[in-house]
């Protein structure tokens, strides 16, 4: 009988534990945040949107309520460097900026279409006020946008939905794409290389974020008359690109850029390319700005990674999600985009602010 | 007289580890169903439990299966790969039939579910075939199984997602008389299972090869030929629920379904399932999955983190076995 109760105890101290874990998360990463709080802000209003969100502020001031409005965050992925950065940049200004305004519930998606399904169920039985998404799949998530039209949930996603009730504080994977691709040709064209070989590293295929990024880069290469030599996955992993990347380098005598769709990957390829005595000279690209990267480049190994700004993107969902739970008329803002980086070593003011955005978070090192 | 005294304090004891052992399930998901409801108020919403219920379907279906494997005393680890191609195989079918061949919906919808299934069907027997004629060990052959037909469902799309996929996606999303379809297709399976395991003689020799298999080879039970049959009924159940996976989805994707059989074999073990073989119950393993359902769901009105979530099912499935062995180990020394 002991041996019985100590079960259902044990049962119960799990549950209980991981219930305190999920608190002590939030306030750590808060903690980690607070430090230079200042200054990310300041980094973040230098940017268009965030002069558009102060304008937003001061609509808001007359419609506050007072009243605390649940949101539910559906975090993409947390197993992800770049995701779970921007998971943590949401709690963070929740409880430093809306503390009293809005209570934020953050659910991991682990990645998973139909656990965001289930997780964006679950925020709709919880009767949040809104929900903000970082959205896995537009289009399978589209009923449960109408469903929420349906029950008068705001919904606010970073991708384009098919359905007239969300708003997009949107971060398009195609303007990476197209991005990393004029980056590659404005790099190619300088150098005058003949016959370059360009590799590209693709994101886990299948992956709407990876077929994007892969497609329109090679869209904006074609255009320019240059030619991927060789394209394969290492599943957004860098063990896996460290494989890669030493059977690229067995394959090619000579390589002169490496495209990459994301950071983890390419911080991969920087690894293999220096121990194999062949950084000095490749163009080595990707997106995130992840803290890595962003060292990376300040230590002139990567040569360039895309910075979404977190600061502002999570601001400008945080502000319209509490404008339109209070009433507030944002029907012009159906559509906003989060301003994006270009960090190289050549533009020192906006390394400094990605180095700057990362000490403040704790992860630069 | 003190050997007797010993023998009742034994008989006792094993009394009790059997009666723990038979009831904790549901013990267990009482103590979780009550600790939920006062945890989250929104818990015990009637849209809720309905929630749970959708979410928890896909993952039976494919567990009712796996529950008959284990107990026969071998597994499958290719259910969520093979509910990915035949999934998306079943709506490419689909659309084709619709679009191009101007096929009435509800015909082409009908088609599309049963190629996915007669595609898990195939599979299923590929499997069945190693294991049984080439005595591979089931762990490896699924294993190859899991990644070969992946890399399949992967190469059938092109990589890509497939989108617009039609009013065949009523099957994942639309209700009857309230309740969803893929429950209630569950609770179908569920009948169908329970009466395949308990009352047909298939389902006693289940239990027989799994309790002993040598002993069943000797009483001139064809262990292969239920076995094939195991696998055959495994892939049908993988290719349903990977038609009803991306109506739910309504999209194809070919990334769909990862780790479902992980979710699946942690509600048959939960359940009771030995996993040394001829001990289980469709009955179990329900209660096992709904148990995995309420966690995920709790977890996820509490906005507790994954990783605390992915430990504790880790928890769950070694406390479950280890009450299973201990459970052996008494029988053997009483």
Redesign the interface.
């Given at each position: 009988m002991k041996k019985f109760l100590s079960l259902v105890l044990a049962a119960v101290m799990v549950l209980s534990l991981a219930a305190c874990g999920g608190g002590k998360k939030d306030g750590a990463a808060d903690a980690g945040g607070t430090t230079k709080a200042a200054e990310t802000t300041k980094a973040a209003e230098t940017t268009k949107a965030a002069e558009s969100k102060t304008e937003s502020k001061e609509t808001t001031a007359a419609a506050d309520s007072g009243k605390t409005f649940k949101i539910g965050f559906a975090a993409k992925g947390l197993s992800d460097a770049f995701t779970s950065m921007e998971a943590s940049e949401y709690m963070r200004q929740a409880k430093e900026n809306w503390a009293g305004k809005l209570e934020v519930l953050q659910v991991d998606c682990e990645f998973d279409t139909n656990k965001q399904i289930e997780v964006l169920e679950n925020f709709i039985a919880q009767d949040v006020d809104a929900i903000i998404c970082q959205t896995d799949d537009p289009e399978a998530i589209l009923p449960i946008v109408e469903e929420c039209k349906a029950k008068g949930i705001h919904f606010i996603n970073d991708l384009a939905v098919d359905c007239d009730w969300a708003y997009e504080v949107e971060s398009d994977p195609q303007d990476d794409g197209q991005l990393l691709g004029e980056y590659a040709v404005k790099w190619l064209d300088e150098k005058k290389i003949e016959n370059p070989t360009i590799l590209f590293m693709q994101g886990e295929v299948g992956n709407q974020h990876a077929n994007a990024r892969e497609k329109y880069c090679k869209e904006k290469l074609e255009a320019a008359g240059y030619t991927v030599t060789d394209t394969n996955t290492a599943n957004w992993q860098r063990d896996e690109a460290i494989a890669l990347m030493e059977n690229w380098c067995q394959v090619y005598d000579k390589i002169d850029a490496v495209i990459c769709a994301n950071d983890e990957m390419s911080l991969g390829v920087v690894q293999v390319l220096e121990q194999e005595g062949r950084l000095d000279g490749t163009m080595v690209i990707s997106v995130d700005a992840l803290a890595g990267a962003v060292k990376s480049v300040a230590d002139g190994k990567l040569t360039m990674t895309i910075g979404k700004d977190i600061v502002a993107g999570c601001d400008m969902s945080l502000q319209l999600a509490y404008d339109l739970c209070s009433g507030v008329d944002r029907s012009a803002d159906k559509l906003q985009k989060v301003p994006k980086d270009i960090i190289t070593l050549d533009d020192q003011e906006t390394l400094q602010k990605w180095i700057d955005i990362h000490t403040a978070a704790g992860t630069y090192q | 007289m003190n050997k007797t005294v010993d023998m009742k304090a034994n008989k006792k004891t094993h009394i009790?580890q059997t009666i723990?052992k038979k009831y904790?399930i549901y013990?267990?998901f009482i103590?979780?169903f009550a600790?939920s409801s006062f945890?989250?108020p929104?818990f015990l919403?009637v849209?809720?439990l309905v929630?749970i219920l959708?979410?928890t379907a896909?993952y039976a279906i494919i567990a009712f299966p796996i529950t008959m494997l284990i107990i026969s005393g071998v597994t499958d680890l290719s259910p969520g790969s093979v509910a990915a191609f035949t999934g998306v195989a079943g709506i490419v079918a689909y659309v084709d039939l619709t679009t191009k061949m101007g096929v009435n919906a509800v015909l082409a919808g009908l088609l599309a579910v049963a190629y996915s299934i007669l595609l898990g069907i195939i599979i299923g027997f590929v499997n069945g075939i190693i294991i049984t004629r080439f005595k591979v060990p089931a762990f490896m052959a699924t294993l190859a199984m899991m990644t070969s037909i992946r890399g399949a469902a992967?190469l059938y799309?092109g990589?890509?997602?497939i989108?617009q996929i039609g009013d065949i996606?009523v099957l994942g999303?639309g209700s009857i008389i309230g309740i969803p379809i893929p429950v209630l297709i569950m609770l179908i399976l569920f009948v169908f299972f329970t009466i395949l395991l308990k009352k047909t003689m298939y389902g006693r020799y289940i239990y027989a090869i799994g309790g002993n298999e040598e002993a069943a080879v000797a009483s001139g039970i064809n262990v292969n030929k239920i076995r094939m049959i195991s696998y055959i009924v495994q892939g049908a159940m993988g290719g349903l629920a990977g038609i009803l996976?991306m109506c739910?989805?309504?999209?194809g994707?070919?990334?769909?379904g990862?780790g479902y059989e992980f979710d699946a074999i942690t509600g048959a073990v939960l359940g009771g399932t030995s996993f040394t073989g001829g001990e289980g119950t469709m009955f179990g393993t329900l209660v096992g999955i709904l148990i995995v359902g309420m966690i995920?769901?709790?977890?996820?009105?509490?906005?507790?983190?994954?990783?605390?979530?992915q430990?504790?099912k880790g928890?769950l499935i070694v406390?479950a076995v280890i009450i299973d062995m201990r459970g052996k180990n008494s029988k053997v020394t009483a």
């Open positions: - | 009790i723990f904790m013990i267990l103590a979780i600790i945890a989250s929104a919403k849209s809720n929630n959708r979410q896909i992967l799309t990589g890509n997602v989108y996606a999303k996976l739910r989805l309504n999209t994707q070919p990334t769909a990862e995920n769901n709790i977890f996820n009105l509490l906005s507790v983190q994954s990783y605390y979530h430990i504790l928890v406390v």
